[in-house]
């Protein structure tokens, strides 16, 4: 929790509207913490950020797409959410390209049993592509999914950003500027570079991108590892198993 000072002048007289300003800090401060209280537990808070960059072709897309659509179907994903303490995760997908464009295709869903994994499975395959262009910004993908975890109607004891994508960081400030004030506030972050363009990208992933506890990412180094990659991913991460 978050608390901001108000200097008084040196008078040592309040300025006009104190009353009003103080009695909206406590409100945000007793909402905050009621809302907080409401949350429902999970394991994990998982945000899914998908590259759709320009250089990304509608191919690769689709195969990003259907990679999750098969690992949230896979009994083994299931098997190791149930294995965790409130034996559930809460998942969100968004779509990504510049510092300013971002996407959200599924909401916050809780999975917890077999109907839910594949409602989260369909809302992905539901969804075509929304952003096409506006260059790589990584930095602006990770600190977008910072803003996605408080307005979360459930609380996970691990907060996780899993970051695909085909390209170094471009456009925005410096990821690992992003990557560093993620951590900071406790969240790690964790990488799928894909590649088949750029193939020193898994280097900039490592230096620049993932981060905080237990933090990995797995290499895709052609478009036909898309589906085991991603399912070796949520295992890990679900499971608080490096692979």
Same mark, same amino acid.
């Given at each position: 929790?978050?608390?901001?000072? /108000?200097?008084? !002048?040196?008078?040592?007289?309040?300025?006009?509207?104190? +009353?009003?300003?103080? =009695?909206? &800090?406590?409100? #945000? $401060?007793?909402?905050?913490?009621?809302?907080?209280?409401?949350?429902?537990?999970?394991?994990?808070?998982?945000?899914?950020?998908?590259?759709?960059?320009?250089?990304?072709?509608?191919?690769?897309?689709?195969?990003?797409?259907?990679?999750?659509?098969?690992?949230?179907?896979?009994?083994?994903?299931?098997?190791?959410?149930?294995?965790?303490?409130?034996?559930?995760?809460?998942?969100?997908?968004?779509?990504?390209?510049?510092?300013?464009?971002?996407? /959200?295709?599924? !909401?916050?869903?809780?999975?917890?049993?077999?109907?839910? +994994?594949?409602?989260? =499975?369909? &809302?992905?395959? #539901? $969804?075509?592509?929304?952003?096409?262009?506006?260059?790589?910004?990584?930095?602006?993908?990770?600190?977008?999914?910072?803003?996605?975890?408080?307005?979360?109607?459930?609380?996970?004891?691990?907060?996780?950003?899993?970051?695909?994508?085909?390209?170094?960081?471009?456009?925005?400030?410096?990821?690992?500027?992003?990557?560093?004030?993620?951590?900071?506030?406790?969240?790690?972050?964790?990488?799928?570079?894909?590649?088949?363009?750029?193939?020193?990208?898994?280097?900039?992933?490592?230096?620049?991108?993932?981060?905080?506890?237990? +933090?990995?990412?797995?290499?895709?180094?052609?478009?036909?590892?898309?589906?085991?990659?991603?399912?070796?991913?949520?295992?890990?991460?679900?499971?608080?198993?490096?692979?």
């Amino acid at each position: 929790m978050r608390w901001t000072s /108000i200097i008084f !002048p040196a008078t040592g007289r309040r300025p006009a509207g104190w +009353a009003a300003v103080a =009695a909206l &800090a406590l409100f #945000a $401060v007793l909402w905050q913490s009621e809302r907080a209280a409401a949350a429902e537990p999970v394991d994990v808070q998982l945000v899914l950020a998908i590259d759709t960059s320009g250089s990304v072709n509608q191919r690769r897309f689709e195969l990003q797409q259907q990679g999750y659509v098969t690992a949230f179907r896979d009994p083994r994903v299931l098997q190791a959410i149930q294995a965790g303490i409130a034996r559930s995760i809460a998942v969100t997908m968004f779509q990504w390209t510049g510092p300013q464009l971002h996407d /959200i295709v599924v !909401p916050w869903m809780r999975i917890d049993d077999q109907a839910s +994994a594949e409602a989260v =499975a369909t &809302a992905i395959a #539901a $969804v075509p592509r929304q952003l096409f262009r506006g260059g790589t910004s990584i930095s602006g993908a990770i600190d977008y999914s910072m803003t996605l975890f408080p307005d979360s109607p459930y609380a996970g004891s691990r907060r996780i950003i899993d970051v695909s994508g085909d390209g170094a960081n471009n456009s925005g400030r410096p990821a690992e500027h992003a990557r560093d004030d993620a951590v900071a506030a406790g969240v790690t972050i964790n990488g799928l570079p894909i590649l088949t363009i750029e193939p020193n990208l898994d280097q900039h992933y490592q230096n620049s991108v993932i981060g905080g506890e237990g +933090a990995f990412m797995i290499i895709v180094e052609t478009d036909t590892d898309f589906a085991d990659a991603i399912l070796k991913k949520l295992i890990a991460e679900i499971a608080l198993n490096k692979p």
